[in-house]
């Protein structure tokens, strides 16, 4: 009996340090979520309304006038661009973001990934390390971009994928990341990055203005449409980086609850097991006098 105390006893604190852990990592994802969460929602604001503004002006934009960004071409060659996270004890978090990625590359894109011309642009640790033990073709130069989460970061990988699909050695560019909604709650979401979607017919007569644009109207969007496309990377980096600090937030919570429970459990079971040995040494001490007495 005493060896089983001393197990339960070791177990005990073994989750008594666990739940430490797991308190002091909800406090830091909470710390950090809060300034996240404040950049994208200042964020969201700006780069909708850029968007808006490019789809204004393109809704009027002469017949004659080439988006070489929105060009639509029969997608031979496909980079799916996959937004993970660094570290891992966030839930679901990153299965969820994998789980997309593959939809998209053996379903979607399933004859281009067979012939090899799929290629993923992982950013963020964990996505990379998944395929590079899978043989994936992957452009690795960006995978470390969230450790200096910044705008240039955001417009390096924009600028790349814009070069790429100009040069027409990519077709089509998908996104798969984490809308952030709250704490508890993330959106995991595949956009078209590239080429550049024209506004749905719907819309167009409710976007239709008068401007008077200097120099040129083809000159103001060939500026404008690169721009939004590096704001766009950015706000995906921006709620990608805000879900993953609430999902492991919430993921701490509830190891922390978990750690909670079984330690109640633990401790009734310590106690049960010290009562008994209590009651045996007890039992034993009367047996032995009873014996002297006879």
Do not use: W
């Amino acid at each position: 009996m005493p060896a089983k105390l001393k197990e339960v006893r070791t177990r005990i604190q073994s989750v008594h340090s666990t739940q430490q852990i797991t308190k002091a990592m909800k406090m830091v994802s909470a710390s950090k979520l809060r300034k996240a969460q404040d950049a994208i929602i200042h964020m969201r604001p700006y780069a909708s309304k850029l968007s808006a503004m490019l789809s204004d002006i393109a809704a009027g934009a002469p017949s004659d006038t080439e988006l070489k960004l929105a060009e639509s071409r029969e997608p031979k060659n496909v980079i799916i661009v996959a937004i993970s996270s660094d570290k891992g004890l966030c839930g679901g978090y990153n299965a969820n973001i994998i789980k997309q990625v593959n939809l998209l590359m053996k379903e979607r894109y399933a004859p281009q990934y067979k012939n090899g011309r799929v290629k993923l642009l992982p950013i963020g640790r964990k996505a990379h390390d998944f395929y590079r033990k899978r043989n994936t073709p992957m452009i690795e130069d960006y995978r470390q971009t969230l450790m200096k989460l910044d705008f240039d970061g955001a417009r390096r990988i924009a600028d790349y994928l814009m070069k790429q699909f100009l040069a027409k050695k990519t077709d089509l560019v998908e996104v798969v990341y984490s809308q952030f909604k709250n704490a508890a709650t993330q959106v995991f979401q595949v956009e078209q990055f590239l080429p550049v979607q024209p506004p749905q017919k719907s819309e167009v007569a409710e976007m239709r203005a008068d401007f008077i644009f200097e120099p040129s109207q083809t000159q103001i969007i060939e500026q404008l449409v690169p721009r939004i496309l590096r704001t766009q990377m950015y706000r995906y980096l921006l709620d990608a980086n805000a879900s993953e600090h609430g999902a492991r937030m919430t993921a701490m919570d509830k190891a922390t609850e978990n750690a909670n429970e079984l330690l109640k459990e633990l401790r009734l079971t310590y106690n049960r097991a010290r009562q008994a040995a209590i009651t045996t040494e007890l039992i034993e001490i009367v047996s032995g006098a009873n014996a002297l007495e006879g």
